[in-house]
């Protein structure tokens, strides 16, 4: 088993690529056959497995989120730190805190176009932790 925790800092609402930093932590492992489990330790942020060779599918993932969890939404009663407040929160219990991703021959098993994204659902930027835990067999 292996574990390390990776930090992301974000700009504000948006999807921020973390393929490449949680498959280094992969081949750190050395686990060759697994299972490779990430967890955001946030409530206003997700984590999702989306396309990755084209961004205007993440784009769009925003534009229907926008539309469908609206800022300042008068519904929502949860507005302490703005009009993001809560619609952070419905977005992030509407997508994932933990993922889960085979480990084959030393290597993440995703799939051709498919990229691992921290997403934050704030219009501020923060810095967000994700633990990732990689079991499995070793070489």
Same mark, same amino acid.
């Given at each position: 088993? #292996?574990?390390q925790r990776?930090? $992301?800092?974000?700009? &504000? ?7 490449g930093q949680?498959? =280094?932590? @992969?081949?750190?492992? !050395?686990?060759?056959? /697994? %299972?490779?489990?990430? #967890? ?6 997700? *984590?999702? @497995? ?14 229907? #989120? !926008?539309?469908?969890?609206?800022? &300042?939404?008068?519904? #929502?009663?949860? =507005?302490?730190?703005?009009?993001d407040d809560?619609?952070?929160? $419905?977005?992030? +219990? *509407?997508?994932?805190?933990? *993922?889960? +991703?085979? +480990?084959?021959? /030393?290597? %993440?098993?995703? &799939? ?5 994204? *921290? ?5 501020? /930027?923060?810095?967000?932790? @994700? @633990?990732?835990?990689? %079991?499995?067999? !070793?070489?």
């Open positions: 088993m #292996f574990q990776i930090e $992301v800092r974000t700009n &504000g609402r948006g999807t921020y690529d973390i393929t949680v498959a =280094d932590l @992969v081949r750190r492992s !050395a686990i060759v056959t /697994g %299972l490779c489990n990430l #967890f955001i330790q946030h409530t206003s942020a997700s *984590l999702i @497995v989306c396309e990755n060779a084209d961004p205007s599918v993440r784009r769009d993932l925003e534009r229907w #989120f !926008a539309k469908a969890v609206r800022d &300042g939404d008068p519904m #929502f009663e949860h =507005d302490l730190e703005g009009p809560m619609p952070a929160h $419905v977005r992030s +219990v *509407l997508t994932q805190t933990a *993922l889960s +991703v085979p +480990v084959s021959a /030393g290597r %993440l098993a995703l &799939g051709t176009w498919q990229g691992l994204y *921290l997403w934050e659902h704030r219009h501020e /930027g923060a810095n967000r932790r @994700v @633990v990732v835990t990689i %079991l499995g067999m !070793a070489d």
